[in-house]
């Protein structure tokens, strides 16, 4: 069975003061000399990371760097060609399914449900890894699903179909599943993709929510550098399949960094409200003074 340690999220700096977030029950989760290929071509070669437990950590890169298929390596999706994915010491490989999903929450991107598929049915599958053919649907099942409609106010829209919402409330309805799930990591592949500014704010934003107050290890691929700047406590940046720097926002986002990892050249300065990093790039039509 695995083995659950404690831990407590970490203030990020540019965020407002907020209650302190209860114990939750955190995973190790690791990867050492790690392969990951598709057919003949490898695109990540070599690669050890450490998830810190508890943190928010955003993997940031230029396209096909090899960021989501990192994060599918994570959370079993996809199997390393050498090396290994572990959580709390065992390859996720050796572990039966149902502990994996009782240990990691997985959003890929642009998931889609059945058709006419209502909120609360989706929500509802994310309790699937709890049951058994000895405990089927329970109090605490229902329990579940209700807080995590509360914590992603989705309430209100549980007997909408998924596939009449809008883009952010689809967004909020899998998080939802993910949430009822219970896992103590959560794993998300572009939740903002295809989102306007606005509805990429009310993700973000719940994502932090439930790292605060629930105490979730989150691991997610964002391509806006300043908003993972913003909501990132710590900060995977890629280049060709390997890590390029690691770190806190304020410790690893340079001008030279960018220059490395994106090809681009730009000025840094403090965001004015978080104060954490903010990427200002240059272009041959706006250069400095």
Same mark, same amino acid.
């Given at each position: $069975?695995?083995?659950?340690?404690?831990?407590?999220?970490?203030?990020?700096?540019?965020?407002?003061?907020?209650?302190?977030?209860?114990?939750? %029950?955190?995973?190790?989760?690791?990867? &050492? /000399?790690?392969?990951? &290929?598709?057919?003949?071509?490898v695109i990540v070669d070599d690669l050890d990371v &450490?998830?810190?437990?508890?943190?928010?950590?955003?993997?940031?890169?230029? /396209?096909?760097c090899g960021k989501s298929t990192l994060l599918r390596a994570l959370a079993r999706l996809l199997k390393p060609r050498a090396g290994a994915v572990h959580l709390d010491?065992? !390859? @996720?490989?050796?572990?039966?399914?149902?502990e994996v999903a009782k240990a990691l929450g997985i959003l890929p991107q642009s998931p889609t449900a059945p058709a006419g598929m209502t909120v609360v049915d989706l929500v509802t599958r994310g309790r699937s890894p709890?049951?058994?053919?000895?405990r089927q649907w329970s109090t605490g099942d229902e329990q579940a699903v209700a807080?995590?409609?509360?914590? #992603?106010? +989705? #309430? %209100?829209?549980?007997?909408?179909?998924v596939d009449?919402? !809008?883009?952010?409330?689809?967004?909020?309805?899998?998080?939802? $599943?993910?949430? &009822?799930?219970?896992?103590?990591v959560l794993l998300l592949d572009e939740p903002t993709t295809y989102l306007d500014l606005a509805h990429q704010i009310d993700v973000l934003d719940l994502v932090v929510d439930l790292n605060r107050h629930q105490?979730?290890?989150? @691991? +997610?691929?964002?391509?806006?550098?300043?908003?993972?700047?913003r909501y990132a406590d710590h900060v995977i940046a890629m280049k060709s399949g390997r890590i390029a720097a690691e770190g806190a926002p304020e410790d690893i986002i340079t001008p030279?960094? @960018?220059?490395?990892?994106?090809?681009?050249?730009?000025?840094?300065?403090?965001?004015?409200?978080?104060?954490?990093?903010? @990427?200002?790039? #240059? !272009?041959?039509?706006h250069t400095p003074a």
């Open positions: $069975m695995t083995r659950w340690h404690r831990a407590a999220p970490r203030a990020h700096p540019g965020r407002a003061p907020g209650p302190t977030p209860p114990e939750a %029950d955190v995973a190790d989760l690791r990867a &050492a /000399n790690l392969r990951l &290929a598709y057919d003949d071509r &450490a998830i810190p437990a508890g943190r928010i950590t955003v993997i940031v890169g230029a /396209n096909a010491g065992r !390859s @996720v490989h050796a572990l039966p399914t149902r709890h049951q058994t053919w000895w807080d995590a409609l509360r914590a #992603t106010a +989705m #309430t %209100d829209l549980a007997d909408r179909p009449e919402l !809008s883009g952010g409330q689809r967004q909020r309805a899998w998080i939802a $599943m993910a949430v &009822a799930q219970h896992t103590p105490g979730r290890t989150v @691991v +997610m691929v964002l391509h806006d550098l300043n908003q993972a700047c030279t960094l @960018v220059h490395d990892v994106f090809g681009v050249t730009c000025q840094i300065t403090p965001d004015p409200l978080t104060g954490t990093p903010m @990427v200002i790039p #240059t !272009s041959r039509h």
